[in-house]
């Protein structure tokens, strides 16, 4: 899944594309590259990220969705949306979208009825609070086991509803310390274990890169060995900024177990 975000201030400032030109150069080079879905966002989710207007998102998402599809009309697409709105204007026009909620329809309720509805695939992910509270709630007994019951307990509640296909994403950076990210990847298992698909978004984020005392645009390799460990832990998505190197974990980690 290569990250597509139409938005001036996401935290990676290489994911960024705001014109039409740009848009469908870095769209074509993913596709090149071997993406598989491309996640579309205008809305920065990032920790301490200002709030974008409906109308705004929209708008971003929509051109962002309209240039993909002229780029590479086959290609799978994500909505990195939290509102109904945004999906709906999405789906009413196109098929062969997720929609990727941070707050798995607890932002915005209707959304989980514009889902069910479409039938279309949905990503539900842990965090707490909003964008620009979540760095202060990160107080857990075991972060692991809760982010596991919060996700077992979301997806009955959207398969409840109606959402076909629930995909599970624990949150990496979202209302976690950097020492919560890193239990939470190494026990990833256990969040597979409840055996729903796995998307793993770890790229270039804060907890690899202030543990490095790097900045996100110094932390490929790094980015690159941690999806290794996702793959280990079960992930069945990797979402990424930088397609090809992590096109080539996925073929050597595949290569590497058929031998086992």
């Known amino acids: 899944m290569a990250i597509l ?3 001036p201030d996401s935290f990676y400032s290489a994911s960024r594309a705001e014109s039409d030109e740009a848009i469908a150069q870095r769209v074509a080079q993913m596709v090149a590259e071997g993406a598989d879905i491309i996640d579309i966002g205008g809305y920065s989710t990032r920790p ?5 207007a409906e109308s705004e998102e929209c708008r971003r998402v929509m051109q962002g969705v309209e240039m993909c599809r002229k780029v590479a009309p086959d290609v799978t697409l994500s909505i ?11 789906l009413t026009k196109y098929d062969n979208v997720i929609i990727n909620d941070i707050t798995a329809g607890e932002a915005d309720p209707r959304l989980v009825e514009v889902v069910a509805h479409y039938g279309a695939p949905m990503v ?19 972060v692991v086991r809760e982010v596991v019951d919060y996700l077992c307990r979301r997806a009955e509640w959207l398969q409840g509803r109606g959402v076909s296909e629930v995909i599970l994403d624990p949150g990496f950076g979202f209302a976690k310390t950097i020492e919560q990210n890193f239990e939470l990847l190494g026990r990833l298992g256990e969040v597979a274990a409840l055996g729903l698909p796995v998307l793993a978004g770890i790229s270039r984020k804060s907890f690899i890169y202030k543990t490095l005392g790097s900045t996100p645009e110094e932390v490929l390799e790094a980015t690159t060995a941690l999806h290794w460990a996702c793959l280990d832990g079960g992930a069945a998505i990797l979402r990424v900024h930088d397609t090809a190197p992590a096109r080539q974990v996925i073929k050597l980690y595949e290569k590497t177990h058929q031998l086992l």
């Open 124 to 142: 539900a992910m842990h965090t707490r609070g909003t964008p620009q509270t979540m760095a202060r709630l990160t107080d857990y007994d075991d």
């Open 80 to 90: 990195d949306t939290f509102r109904a709105s945004v999906a709906e204007s999405v």
């Open 5 to 7: 975000n139409v938005t």
């Open 48 to 52: 301490g990220a200002a709030e974008v």
